[in-house]
C-alpha cells in the first residue's frame, strides 16, 4: 500500500457494498491517508487531491459535519452526510466507519477507521434486497430453493414442497436424494436447462413424490432464474416451487367435462350414448364405468317405476378394467338390475366408487357408476360434483335420443305403411322392394317404391324420392304414391302420368302455411319462425321414375323426372343402364317429359333404386353405380331369388356410410305366350259383330275356357257395338289368358265412355252396366291412336 490508493477493503469481504466499495482509510486525527479507485470515481477526485486532507473537508457543508457518537472509539458506527465531489456536485451519502486492529504488519491500526461511502440511492436499495431476500425465504406460500452449479441445494425455505417425506436439513443434497427418480430428473432437467441457456422457467408443471411417502404426488409449478456474479460467472439458479396439484385436477376435471359434453352430445342413439358416456369416463375420472339404462328408453318411452317404487334398468355400457369381480370391458351388457328414481349422487368411500342419476327433464331414465382401483386415490366432493354436472348433462342426451327414437320408429312405421308389400307377384313381374332409412339426425325419408297392377296384363314399377327427411317428407311421400297409384288407374301415357304428377307437387309448393298445426317437437329452424305464427317446413319436390312393363310386347316404356336410371341385367348376365333422357325434379319446371322404351327379354332383371343407394357420404354416383353393375353381374345373380339378391345388395351400404335412405325395387319379368293372346280386325258393320262372337268362342274354347264362352259372348257384344256405333273403324279386339282372361276392343275415338243408369223407358244405355256386372274389373285407356276398353274375367280353376 503506498498511503494514497487502496486496492480494496480486504477483511471486510461480508459487508454490503464492500466489493465496489468507496473507501478511506483515515488516520485517528480524520486525515485521509489512503483513497481507494471507486472513491475516486465516486467522488471525482483522485488520491492525489484527497490524501492529506482532513476527511471533513470533503463534506459540502464542514461545519454541518454529522455527530459523532460516544465512546466511537474502538467500535463501528454509521451515519449520513452530503458531500461535494470533484464535479461541484452535492451528493447524500451513507458512511460506514470501521475500526482498524493490527494487520500484522506492525504497525499500530489503533486510532485508525476505514470509512466505507455510498450513494443514498445505493444502500436503500441494498436494504430493499435484503428485506425482499429475508421475507421471501420466511414465507411459506411457495417453496423457494437456491441451487449451486452443480444443482446441490444451498439454501432453502420451510415449504420447499408442501408434501411429507422431506429430509429435515436439504442443505448439500440434491434432489434425487429425497425425491423420486422420474420427478427428480425432470426438475433437474429443466433447471439445467436454465443454466445453460440463462432463460427463465415459468411454471413448467411437474408432478413429483417423495421416496419415503410416495402416494399421489403433488404437481408443482416450477420457475426458475439464473444466479451469476458481476463478472459474469455462473455459480448458481434460483428455483421457485409453486403447488399447483389443486388448480392441475380442477382443470382436468373441467377438461374431462368438456370431453364429456362433445361425446354425448353427438349421437341420438340411446345405447351409442350410454357407450361414449362410459369411454369418456375412463380412465380419466374412473378405472371402471358403468352406465345403466332404463329398458323403456329403448323404445322411446318414459320410464314409470312399478309398483314397488323402483325402475327395471338394463347395463347399457360398461368400460375399463376387471375390478374385484367387476364386469369388465367387452362383457355381455344387459343385466336388469331395479333402482330408486329418487337416488342421489352418492360417493362409497369403502370401495372408491360413485353413482350419479341420469336424470333429465323431470324422469329418471338410468345411473351411471365409476370406480377407481388400488394405487389411486379416493373421490372427493370435488369429483362427485363433476360426475353429477356429467351425468345431467348425458341424460339430456340420453332423454333427447330417446325422443329421436319414438319419432323415428314412428316415422319409419308410418313410411312403411305406406309402402307396398315386399314381394309381389304378377303376370308380368316377380318383384321384391327393400328399404332401408339412414340413421340420420333428420328421420327417415321420403323414398318409395310401388307395383301397380293395370289392365291387360301390364304392370307399373314406380320408385321416388321426396326431398328431406322426417315426417314432413314421409307424409309427402305418401301423398304423392297416392296421387301415382290414382293416376296409373286412369292409364295414362307415362309422359302424360308425369306431367299430372309434376303440377300436384308444382300445387304442393304453392299451398299457404298458416302454422295451424305444430308438431309436437320443432328443430332449430322451426323454432325460429313459430314466433312470427310460421313453422320453417321443408321445401316440396321429388324425383320419380316411372315405367310400364307390358308382357305381352315384352316392351317396357318408362320415364323419369330427376330420377336415376333402371339398370337391367339380361338372362345372358350383361347389365346395362336404361339410356333416359331425364326430365327436371317434379314440382321445377313444369316442361314435358321424354318416354324411352325398351324391349325386355323374358327373366330379364330390372332394378329400380333412389340415389341413397349409389351414393354415399365418401363415394359418388360413378362409383356407386358401377358397385351396383358388378352385383348384378355376379355369376347367378339373374336367377338368384329376388330377397337373396336385394338383401346382398343393400348390405353393402352400411347404415353409418348412408348419406340417404335407400330404397331398392327388383323386378324379374315375364311374357305372356304368343298363344296366349287373340287378335282380330273387325269392319265398322254391325253384322261383323256375329262374327266377333264365334271367333271368341271358338278361341276359348280351344284354350278350356267353355265356362267363359257366354259372358265373354254378351261382353264383346256390347263393346264391339258400342265402338262402331260411336267410333266408326277400324276396331280391333284382342283376348289375352293370362291368369284371367282379357276382353280388349280398341277404336280411333278419344271419347271415353261413361257408365249411367237408364230409365225404365229407355231403349238403350245399359251396355257398360251389364259388362261391369258380369266381368270383375273394367275400364278404357287412351292410346296414340284412340282408345281401348277393356274387361277382366277370373279364369276358373282347373
Same mark, same amino acid.
Given at each position: 500500500?503506498?498511503?494514497?490508493?487502496?486496492?480494496?477493503?480486504?477483511?471486510?469481504?461480508?459487508?454490503?457494498?464492500?466489493?465496489?466499495?468507496?473507501?478511506?482509510?483515515?488516520?485517528?486525527?480524520?486525515?485521509?491517508?489512503?483513497?481507494?479507485?471507486?472513491?475516486?470515481?465516486?467522488?471525482?477526485?483522485?488520491?492525489?487531491?484527497?490524501?492529506?486532507?482532513?476527511?471533513?473537508?470533503?463534506?459540502?457543508?464542514?461545519? /454541518?459535519?454529522?455527530?459523532?457518537?460516544?465512546?466511537?472509539?474502538?467500535?463501528?458506527?454509521?451515519?449520513?452526510?452530503?458531500?461535494?465531489?470533484?464535479?461541484?456536485?452535492?451528493?447524500?451519502?451513507?458512511?460506514?466507519?470501521?475500526?482498524?486492529?493490527?494487520?500484522?504488519?506492525?504497525?499500530?491500526?489503533?486510532?485508525?477507521?476505514?470509512?466505507?461511502?455510498?450513494?443514498?440511492?445505493?444502500?436503500?436499495?441494498?436494504?430493499?434486497?435484503?428485506?425482499?431476500?429475508?421475507?421471501?425465504?420466511?414465507?411459506?406460500?411457495?417453496?423457494?430453493?437456491?441451487?449451486?452449479?452443480?444443482?446441490?441445494?444451498?439454501?432453502?425455505?420451510?415449504?420447499?414442497?408442501?408434501?411429507?417425506?422431506?429430509?429435515?436439513?436439504?442443505?448439500?443434497?440434491?434432489? #434425487?436424494?429425497?425425491?423420486?427418480?422420474?420427478?427428480?430428473?425432470?426438475?433437474?432437467?429443466?433447471?439445467?436447462?436454465?443454466?445453460?441457456?440463462? $432463460?427463465?422457467?415459468?411454471?413448467?408443471?411437474?408432478?413429483?413424490?417423495?421416496?419415503?411417502?410416495?402416494?399421489?404426488?403433488?404437481?408443482?409449478?416450477?420457475?426458475?432464474?439464473?444466479?451469476?456474479?458481476?463478472? #459474469?460467472?455462473?455459480?448458481?439458479?434460483?428455483?421457485?416451487?409453486?403447488?399447483?396439484?389443486?388448480?392441475?385436477?380442477?382443470?382436468?376435471?373441467?377438461?374431462?367435462?368438456?370431453?364429456?359434453?362433445?361425446?354425448?352430445?353427438?349421437?341420438?342413439?340411446?345405447?351409442?350414448?350410454?357407450?361414449?358416456?362410459?369411454?369418456?369416463?375412463?380412465?380419466?375420472?374412473?378405472?371402471?364405468?358403468?352406465?345403466?339404462?332404463?329398458?323403456?328408453?329403448?323404445?322411446?318411452?318414459?320410464?314409470?317405476?312399478?309398483?314397488?317404487?323402483?325402475?327395471?334398468?338394463?347395463?347399457?355400457?360398461?368400460?375399463?378394467?376387471?375390478?374385484?369381480?367387476?364386469?369388465?370391458?367387452?362383457?355381455?351388457? +344387459?343385466?336388469?338390475?331395479?333402482?330408486?328414481?329418487?337416488?342421489?349422487?352418492?360417493?362409497?368411500?369403502?370401495?372408491?366408487?360413485?353413482?350419479?342419476?341420469? $336424470?333429465?327433464?323431470?324422469?329418471?331414465? +338410468?345411473?351411471?357408476?365409476?370406480?377407481?382401483?388400488?394405487?389411486?386415490?379416493?373421490?372427493?366432493?370435488?369429483?362427485?360434483?363433476?360426475?353429477?354436472?356429467?351425468?345431467?348433462?348425458?341424460?339430456?342426451?340420453?332423454?333427447?335420443?330417446?325422443?329421436?327414437?319414438?319419432?323415428?320408429?314412428?316415422?319409419?312405421?308410418?313410411?312403411? /305403411?305406406?309402402?307396398?308389400?315386399?314381394?309381389?307377384?304378377?303376370?308380368?313381374?316377380?318383384?321384391?322392394?327393400?328399404?332401408?332409412?339412414?340413421?340420420?339426425?333428420?328421420?327417415?325419408?321420403?323414398?318409395?317404391?310401388?307395383?301397380?297392377?293395370? /289392365?291387360?296384363?301390364?304392370?307399373?314399377?314406380?320408385?321416388?324420392?321426396?326431398?328431406?327427411?322426417?315426417?314432413?317428407?314421409?307424409?309427402?311421400? +305418401?301423398?304423392?304414391?297416392?296421387?301415382?297409384?290414382?293416376?296409373?288407374?286412369?292409364?295414362?301415357?307415362?309422359?302424360?302420368?308425369?306431367?299430372?304428377?309434376?303440377?300436384?307437387?308444382?300445387?304442393?309448393?304453392?299451398?299457404?302455411?298458416? +302454422?295451424?298445426?305444430?308438431?309436437?317437437?320443432?328443430? $332449430?329452424?322451426?323454432?325460429?319462425?313459430?314466433?312470427?305464427?310460421?313453422?320453417?317446413?321443408?321445401?316440396?319436390?321429388?324425383?320419380?321414375?316411372?315405367?310400364?312393363?307390358?308382357?305381352?310386347?315384352?316392351?317396357?316404356?318408362?320415364?323419369?323426372?330427376?330420377?336415376?336410371?333402371?339398370?337391367?341385367?339380361?338372362?345372358?348376365?350383361?347389365?346395362?343402364?336404361?339410356?333416359?333422357?331425364?326430365?327436371?325434379?317434379?314440382?321445377?319446371?313444369?316442361?314435358?317429359?321424354?318416354?324411352?322404351?325398351?324391349?325386355?327379354?323374358?327373366?330379364?332383371?330390372?332394378?329400380?333404386?333412389?340415389?341413397?343407394?349409389?351414393?354415399?357420404?365418401?363415394?359418388?354416383?360413378?362409383?356407386?353405380?358401377?358397385?351396383?353393375?358388378?352385383?348384378?353381374?355376379?355369376?347367378?345373380?339373374?336367377?338368384?331369388?329376388?330377397?337373396?339378391?336385394?338383401?346382398?345388395?343393400?348390405?353393402?351400404?352400411?347404415?353409418?356410410?348412408?348419406?340417404?335412405?335407400?330404397?331398392?325395387?327388383?323386378?324379374?319379368?315375364?311374357?305372356?305366350?304368343?298363344?296366349?293372346?287373340?287378335?282380330?280386325?273387325?269392319?265398322?258393320?254391325?253384322?261383323?259383330?256375329?262374327?266377333?262372337?264365334?271367333?271368341?268362342?271358338?278361341?276359348?274354347?280351344?284354350?278350356?275356357?267353355?265356362?267363359?264362352?257366354?259372358?265373354?259372348?254378351?261382353?264383346?257384344?256390347?263393346?264391339?257395338?258400342?265402338?262402331?256405333?260411336?267410333?266408326?273403324?277400324?276396331?280391333?279386339?284382342?283376348?289375352?289368358?293370362?291368369?284371367?282372361?282379357?276382353?280388349?276392343?280398341?277404336?280411333?275415338?278419344?271419347?271415353?265412355?261413361?257408365?249411367?243408369?237408364?230409365?225404365?223407358?229407355?231403349?238403350?244405355?245399359?251396355?257398360?252396366?251389364?259388362?261391369?256386372?258380369?266381368?270383375? $274389373?273394367?275400364?278404357?285407356?287412351?292410346?296414340?291412336?284412340?282408345?281401348?276398353?277393356?274387361?277382366?274375367?277370373?279364369?276358373?280353376?282347373?
Amino acid at each position: 500500500m503506498d498511503g494514497k490508493t487502496l486496492p480494496g477493503a480486504p477483511g471486510y469481504d461480508g459487508l454490503p457494498f464492500a466489493d465496489s466499495a468507496a473507501g478511506a482509510l483515515l488516520d485517528a486525527d480524520g486525515t485521509v491517508v489512503g483513497w481507494t479507485p471507486a472513491a475516486a470515481e465516486l467522488f471525482a477526485l483522485t488520491a492525489e487531491e484527497v490524501c492529506g486532507r482532513p476527511a471533513v473537508e470533503l463534506l459540502a457543508d464542514p461545519a /454541518s459535519r454529522p455527530p459523532t457518537p460516544e465512546g466511537h472509539r474502538g467500535a463501528a458506527w454509521s451515519g449520513e452526510a452530503v458531500v461535494r465531489t470533484g464535479r461541484g456536485e452535492d451528493m447524500n451519502v451513507v458512511f460506514h466507519a470501521l475500526p482498524l486492529a493490527d494487520t500484522g504488519t506492525g504497525t499500530d491500526g489503533a486510532g485508525r477507521y476505514f470509512v466505507l461511502w455510498a450513494p443514498v440511492g445505493t444502500v436503500d436499495r441494498w436494504r430493499q434486497d435484503q428485506a425482499f431476500t429475508r421475507e421471501l425465504f420466511l414465507q411459506d406460500r411457495l417453496g423457494l430453493a437456491v441451487f449451486d452449479a452443480e444443482l446441490r441445494l444451498v439454501r432453502t425455505n420451510t415449504h420447499l414442497l408442501p408434501y411429507t417425506g422431506l429430509l429435515p436439513d436439504l442443505r448439500g443434497h440434491r434432489l #434425487g436424494d429425497f425425491l423420486e427418480p422420474e420427478g427428480a430428473a425432470a426438475v433437474e432437467e429443466q433447471l439445467r436447462e436454465v443454466l445453460r441457456t440463462g $432463460r427463465p422457467l415459468i411454471l413448467a408443471k411437474e408432478t413429483v413424490r417423495t421416496i419415503e411417502d410416495p402416494g399421489g404426488g403433488a404437481v408443482m409449478g416450477v420457475s426458475a432464474f439464473r444466479l451469476q456474479a458481476p463478472d #459474469g460467472e455462473v455459480f448458481g439458479v434460483t428455483a421457485l416451487f409453486t403447488d399447483v396439484t389443486e388448480q392441475r385436477r380442477s382443470d382436468e376435471r373441467l377438461a374431462i367435462l368438456h370431453r364429456a359434453t362433445a361425446a354425448v352430445g353427438g349421437s341420438l342413439s340411446v345405447a351409442g350414448t350410454g357407450e361414449e358416456l362410459a369411454d369418456v369416463l375412463v380412465p380419466e375420472l374412473a378405472d371402471l364405468a358403468v352406465v345403466e339404462i332404463a329398458e323403456a328408453v329403448f323404445t322411446g318411452e318414459e320410464p314409470v317405476p312399478g309398483e314397488d317404487g323402483l325402475l327395471p334398468l338394463l347395463r347399457t355400457a360398461v368400460a375399463g378394467a376387471d375390478l374385484e369381480g367387476e364386469t369388465p370391458r367387452g362383457a355381455p351388457d +344387459g343385466a336388469a338390475v331395479r333402482a330408486d328414481p329418487r337416488c342421489a349422487p352418492v360417493v362409497d368411500h369403502s370401495s372408491a366408487s360413485m353413482t350419479a342419476p341420469l $336424470r333429465a327433464r323431470g324422469s329418471f331414465l +338410468g345411473r351411471v357408476t365409476v370406480r377407481r382401483g388400488p394405487g389411486r386415490s379416493g373421490y372427493t366432493l370435488a369429483d362427485l360434483d363433476l360426475l353429477g354436472e356429467i351425468a345431467a348433462r348425458a341424460a339430456l342426451a340420453v332423454d333427447n335420443a330417446r325422443r329421436y327414437t319414438r319419432e323415428h320408429r314412428a316415422a319409419v312405421g308410418l313410411q312403411r /305403411s305406406l309402402l307396398p308389400p315386399a314381394q309381389a307377384e304378377t303376370v308380368a313381374v316377380t318383384t321384391s322392394g327393400f328399404y332401408l332409412p339412414a340413421d340420420t339426425a333428420t328421420g327417415v325419408g321420403g323414398d318409395w317404391f310401388d307395383v301397380i297392377p293395370l /289392365s291387360s296384363a301390364r304392370v307399373a314399377l314406380v320408385a321416388g324420392d321426396v326431398v328431406g327427411h322426417g315426417l314432413g317428407a314421409t307424409a309427402t311421400m +305418401g301423398r304423392l304414391r297416392t296421387a301415382v297409384r290414382t293416376l296409373a288407374d286412369l292409364d295414362l301415357e307415362p309422359d302424360e302420368l308425369m306431367v299430372h304428377l309434376d303440377d300436384l307437387v308444382s300445387q304442393l309448393r304453392d299451398e299457404p302455411d298458416d +302454422g295451424s298445426v305444430q308438431p309436437a317437437s320443432l328443430t $332449430r329452424t322451426e323454432e325460429s319462425g313459430a314466433g312470427n305464427g310460421h313453422r320453417a317446413a321443408d321445401p316440396v319436390g321429388a324425383t320419380c321414375l316411372y315405367a310400364v312393363y307390358d308382357p305381352v310386347s315384352r316392351r317396357c316404356a318408362m320415364v323419369s323426372a330427376g330420377h336415376p336410371p333402371p339398370a337391367v341385367a339380361a338372362p345372358d348376365g350383361t347389365v346395362s343402364y336404361v339410356p333416359l333422357n331425364p326430365g327436371p325434379p317434379l314440382g321445377v319446371s313444369g316442361l314435358p317429359f321424354e318416354v324411352t322404351e325398351i324391349e325386355l327379354a323374358p327373366g330379364s332383371l330390372l332394378a329400380l333404386y333412389t340415389d341413397g343407394l349409389i351414393e354415399g357420404r365418401d363415394s359418388d354416383l360413378d362409383a356407386g353405380m358401377a358397385e351396383l353393375r358388378r352385383r348384378l353381374s355376379r355369376p347367378g345373380a339373374t336367377t338368384a331369388p329376388l330377397r337373396e339378391l336385394g338383401r346382398e345388395i343393400v348390405a353393402a351400404r352400411p347404415p353409418h356410410q348412408l348419406a340417404d335412405d335407400v330404397t331398392l325395387l327388383l323386378a324379374r319379368t315375364h311374357a305372356v305366350p304368343s298363344e296366349d293372346t287373340a287378335v282380330w280386325p273387325v269392319d265398322a258393320d254391325p253384322v261383323a259383330v256375329a262374327r266377333v262372337r264365334q271367333d271368341a268362342a271358338r278361341q276359348l274354347r280351344d284354350w278350356g275356357l267353355e265356362e267363359l264362352v257366354f259372358t265373354t259372348e254378351l261382353v264383346l257384344s256390347e263393346l264391339v257395338t258400342n265402338a262402331i256405333r260411336h267410333a266408326g273403324g277400324p276396331v280391333e279386339v284382342r283376348l289375352i289368358r293370362a291368369k284371367q282372361l282379357t276382353c280388349e276392343v280398341s277404336d280411333p275415338s278419344a271419347t271415353q265412355p261413361r257408365m249411367r243408369r237408364a230409365l225404365l223407358t229407355d231403349e238403350g244405355g245399359r251396355g257398360l252396366y251389364l259388362v261391369a256386372q258380369l266381368t270383375t $274389373r273394367w275400364g278404357s285407356r287412351y292410346t296414340r291412336h284412340g282408345k281401348t276398353i277393356w274387361a277382366e274375367q277370373p279364369i276358373p280353376d282347373v
